[in-house]
Structures are given as structure tokens and as C-alpha cells.
């Protein structure tokens, strides 16, 4: 497996054999205003470029999106990907919005299913709690599988939860990716992980590698990697917990090995 943290949660991957790009997020640097409502609101969006071109992350089999939001699948990716590229939807109502922009080969994200020879699964998650959680409605994380690569778990956009406590008992993943900016309104809580929901991730599977996405990419995002990766330092999990930067490609071999950086 060979895994790159694009920017915020674009996600490039090889697996089993098939190249998948996962939420993209194409935006130029600060041509997007701020999130209303949210802190740092003199901040435009993107914060930070894409750390490579846009044409070097269209060389893929499928585009998956975990849920709609801007900072997933934007304007500047709906022009930029191919009419006919395969590009999978958490619903029904996702993939008709996917439709109505052009897009030819839509696909929905199941419980289960398969891609070239990958087998998926879709998950579940929490986007906050209480009000704010509704508010951001539905997302979705995926589950990968291959007989030769580790199993990996992507997560998406929840907070610590039960759907996610769930996957990681149901699927038992060697490689999970949360997204832990910390992203936040002005009221209501986080809506993504902070460094407690990855410890919470930890400690329900202390054996498997954490490497956490979407941060320092948007505004309303507030942990930084240099905080989360001193946190990950204090409680030892240096090795376990993984923040890589921007344009970072990590390889996974099977069978336990230490992920190596390409
Ligand atoms: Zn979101």
C-alpha cells in the first residue's frame, strides 16, 4: 500500500493493485472565504497549496467521495476530473448531485463491494455531536481489503464514536487514517478529531498504525501537526502515530513491517 496525505483530506492511494483518489480538493490557495461561524474567520481557504499538480492526481482508477462538503469535492476537482472517470458516492442523493455535474460513471460506496480487486466496505461516522452533528449531515469512512496488503481503514469526517469503535472491531484494520484537524465552529464542539478522539482510536487498537489526515488546511481546522505530533510523543506513541505532511507518501508492507517513508 502506498498511501500519499495530499492537502487537508485528498487522499492518494495504491492498493491491491488499483489507484484510487480520495476527496479531492483542488481549490488554488486563498480563493475560498473562511467557514462561517468558525475561528481564524480572517483566514482564507485553501490555507496552504496543492504540494503537487492537479494532473499528477487524475492518473487513478476511481475517485471516491466520503460526503459533499467543499473541503472534500469542490468546483475547481468537479472541472478538473475526467467526465468518465469512475467516481463513487456515500448516497443516493450525493451521487444524483455528482450526475448533475457532468460526471458519467457514478458509482455508490456499499456495505460491501469491490473495485478491480480491492473488496470495500462503507462506514459509518459521526460529523459532531448533538446539533452541530445533524447539522453536517451524513458522511462515510472506507474500509479496504486485499490479500496482499494490510487492511486499511480511512475513517472520514467523525469525531470518536461508536460507528468508528464499530469498524475498527468489525474489519480489525492494520492502518487507520482519522481526520484530526480539530475543525470547529464557534459553538458546538469539535466536528472532526482532536488528539483525545486519536487516542480514543489508539486505545481500541493499540496494534494498528494511526495516520492522521486533514489538518492545517483550512481555516476552522486548530491543531497543529507540531502539537499533535509532541502529544504523540508524550504518550509514547511516536512510532504508532503518524502525521505526515503535505505531498507525504508512506508505503506499508504486510505482514507488520514498519511503514517506511517513500
Ligand atoms: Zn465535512
Redesign the pocket.
Known amino acids: 500500500m502506498k498511501l500519499t496525505q495530499v492537502r487537508n483530506a485528498t487522499l492518494k492511494l495504491e492498493f491491491g493493485g488499483t489507484c484510487f483518489l480520495i476527496d479531492p480538493f483542488f481549490a488554488d490557495v486563498g480563493t475560498l472565504p473562511p467557514f462561517p461561524n468558525t475561528p481564524n474567520s480572517d483566514r482564507w481557504n485553501p490555507m496552504v497549496p496543492l504540494p503537487v499538480s492537479v494532473d499528477s492526481l487524475l492518473n487513478v482508477d476511481a475517485v471516491i467521495v466520503t460526503?459533499m462538503?467543499p473541503?472534500?469535492f469542490d468546483e475547481s476537482a468537479v472541472q478538473a476530473i475526467p467526465k468518465e472517470m469512475p467516481i463513487f458516492a456515500q448516497s443516493e442523493a450525493d451521487a444524483s448531485a455528482m450526475r448533475e455535474k457532468g460526471f458519467e460513471h457514478v458509482g455508490l460506496l456499499k456495505k460491501d463491494m469491490r473495485i478491480g480487486d480491492v473488496v470495500l466496505h462503507k462506514t459509518s461516522g459521526q460529523?459532531g455531536k448533538g446539533e452541530i452533528g445533524k447539522q453536517?449531515g451524513p458522511?462515510s469512512g472506507i474500509v479496504f481489503h486485499h490479500p496482499d496488503e494490510d487492511t486499511l481503514y480511512i475513517a472520514g469526517?467523525t469525531i470518536w464514536c461508536k460507528d468508528v469503535e464499530q469498524a475498527i472491531n468489525t474489519y480489525q484494520p492494520d492502518v487507520i487514517v482519522v481526520n484530526g484537524g480539530a475543525a470547529q465552529f464557534l459553538e458546538g464542539g469539535l466536528?472532526?478529531m482532536g488528539q483525545a478522539d486519536v487516542l480514543y482510536v489508539h486505545e481500541a487498537a493499540p496494534s494498528s498504525t494511526i495516520v492522521v489526515s486533514h489538518m492545517e488546511a483550512i481555516n476552522h481546522c486548530l491543531l497543529t501537526r507540531a502539537e499533535l505530533r509532541a502529544f504523540a510523543v508524550e504518550k509514547g506513541l511516536e512510532r504508532t502515530l503518524l502525521v505526515p505532511e503535505d505531498g507525504e507518501t508512506l508505503i506499508f508492507l504486510q505482514d507488520g513491517l514498519s511503514p517506511l517513508e517513500a
Open positions: 460526503h462538503h473541503d472534500h460529523h453536517m458522511v469526517d466536528i472532526i
